[in-house]
């Protein structure tokens, strides 16, 4: 099993560009996540889904989209990039639980480093 | 609130030695305690985790303590190796069945040689 894969490894955006930072997941996990990590600082959340078709916002969502159409994939989309959203983004994802919650045991991909210049 | 104090913010022990972090809640419900390690350049990954109805869990040199009545939780690294210098998290994991852990700025762990 690849675990979580997370592309791009480094990009580098221009001011008002746009890109989706690509996440899949071959564990077929139900809960997935998408943090962002700036230096020296803990992971902020950004977006998470519990299944197909089911998204909802993090700590952090401005700037940022999402959709999961798929049990393997989660994409996040960033518009109209700005300096602010320079970081590492890390993807994750989780089990369901036989009793419906999540077991907190999260796979984390190697994450995307993100500059906006 | 949901919220876990994590000390020290660094840590800088000789290799060999025991290094101790601990993070302390406020949330009475809170009920799942992991612990997670990140290397330089990788994700953070889960090392160990305790639930509130266990005091205490190994796993080879690791070790997580819980004291519910005093609210806190603690990682114990015994004989400390290079390998072990990373940064350490214990992230409050929500109240609702989503899973959504909450990061703070973790520990700064170096074991010199």
């Known amino acids: 099993n690849a675990g979580v894969t997370q592309t791009p490894k480094f990009r580098i955006l221009k001011i008002g560009q746009s890109m989706t930072l690509q996440c899949t997941q071959d564990m077929n996990h139900n809960y997935m996540y998408w943090y962002r990590q700036d230096p020296g600082m803990g992971l902020k959340l950004i977006y998470y889904?519990?299944?197909?078709?089911?998204?909802d916002k993090g700590e952090v969502p401005n700037g940022y989209n999402v959709s999961r159409s798929t049990t393997e994939d989660f994409p996040l989309r960033l518009e109209l990039a700005a300096p602010s959203q320079t970081s590492v983004y890390f993807c994750?994802?989780?089990?369901?639980?036989?009793?419906?919650?999540?077991?907190?045991?999260?796979?984390f991909g190697s994450g995307t480093r993100l500059t906006v210049v | 609130g949901e919220n876990v104090e994590q000390h020290p913010s660094t840590l800088s022990v000789q290799e060999g030695d025991s290094a101790v972090i601990k993070c302390t809640y406020s949330d009475s419900a809170s009920n799942y305690f992991p612990w997670y390690k990140q290397e330089l350049g990788k994700g953070p990954q889960l090392i160990i985790d305790i639930r509130s109805n266990v005091g205490e869990k190994k796993d080879q040199r690791i070790a997580v303590t819980l004291n519910k009545t005093a609210k806190h939780f603690s990682l114990h690294i015994t004989e400390t190796q290079p390998e072990d210098s990373a940064v350490y998290f214990c992230p409050h994991a929500g109240g609702t069945s989503y899973g959504k852990l909450t990061f703070g700025q973790g520990t700064i762990l170096t074991v010199h040689p």
């Open positions: 994750a994802s989780s089990r369901r639980t036989l009793q419906g919650a999540a077991n907190y045991g999260y796979t």
């Open positions: 889904s519990v299944g197909a078709g089911i998204t």
